[in-house]
């Protein structure tokens, strides 16, 4: 029986330990939530978490890039290493805020006044030497809707001026008068003007005065005078005692 010579054993054990050093290396693995929904106009978190083997060092790298809806390469916009590097031009300058702190492991942005132009797809890409292999991207999809219409605070305030507030005063009023009748009354007979009709003239009822005046007034006419011709029959002018007798 020939035996294998040492040295060939040697070999083979080596490279089966070189073949396992890469497993011991690749331990970087980078997480984000699959979905992210917001409304127009809202500040959208991007959240990015990683775990490594390694401690972060100035070497560590994050990159997110973006896929619109539509299609299309992804773009880098956003890059850090040792401090943040903003966006200062396209659809997110002046958008996007650091949120990461690479010594808890968080790798995460914010993205400020969410357009419908932003729905695609957002990659977190997270680079720790020399921790190079395993899952160092993650992948994002943004939907952002139109904001649902509300009421808003003037709306109501518009409402209750103008429907509830009068019908308030309005029943009050009401109760007011049916629990104060008689006091009602007794302030509209003295508060009555001196022109209204008094009691009894409503019905045509002449104070007694009156005609007791009319029927003086035919007496005088008809007293004997120093002059007695006019109550001569035979004297008396037939058209001016007729109207003046048709007058008492």
């Known amino acids: 029986m020939r035996r294998a010579p040492t040295g060939s054993v040697a070999v083979d054990a080596l490279l089966l330990l070189l073949s396992l050093v ?4 690749s ?4 997480s984000s939530p699959p979905n992210v929904h917001a409304s127009k106009g809202d500040t959208v978190t991007l959240a990015c978490t990683f775990t490594s ?10 990159d997110w890039s973006y896929r619109p ?53 957002f990659s977190c890409s997270v680079r720790n030497p020399p921790d190079v292999h395993g899952s160092p991207i993650s992948q994002t999809v943004l939907t952002v809707t139109p904001k649902a219409a509300s009421v808003r605070f003037s709306d109501v305030t518009v409402l209750l001026v103008f429907i509830l507030l009068p019908s308030t005063v ?9 629990l104060f ?3 009602e009354r007794g302030q509209s007979k003295a508060n009555r003007s001196p022109i209204e009709v008094t009691e009894g003239e409503e019905f045509g ?14 007496d005088l006419y008809l007293t004997d005078s120093d002059d007695e011709e006019y109550y001569n029959p035979k004297k008396q002018p037939p058209a001016d005692e007729g109207y003046a007798e048709s007058q008492c």
């Open 181 to 183: 009748p008689k006091k």
């Open 53 to 62: 083997t390694s401690r972060p060092t100035s070497k560590m790298t994050v």
């Open 69 to 121: 809806q539509s299609g299309g390469p992804p773009q880098t916009f956003f890059h850090f290493s040792s401090r943040a590097f903003l966006p200062t031009d396209g659809q997110f300058a002046g958008r996007v805020r650091w949120e990461g702190a690479p010594a808890r492991g968080e790798a995460s942005i914010s993205l400020t006044n969410a357009t419908l132009g932003d729905n695609g797809t």
């Open 205 to 218: 009822v002449q104070p007694p005065g009156a005609k007791e005046k009319r029927a003086m007034c035919c």
């Open 22 to 25: 890469p497993s011991l290396v």
């Open 27 to 30: 331990a970087i693995l980078v």
């Open 170 to 178: 309005v029943t009050l009023i009401l109760i007011g008068r049916i």
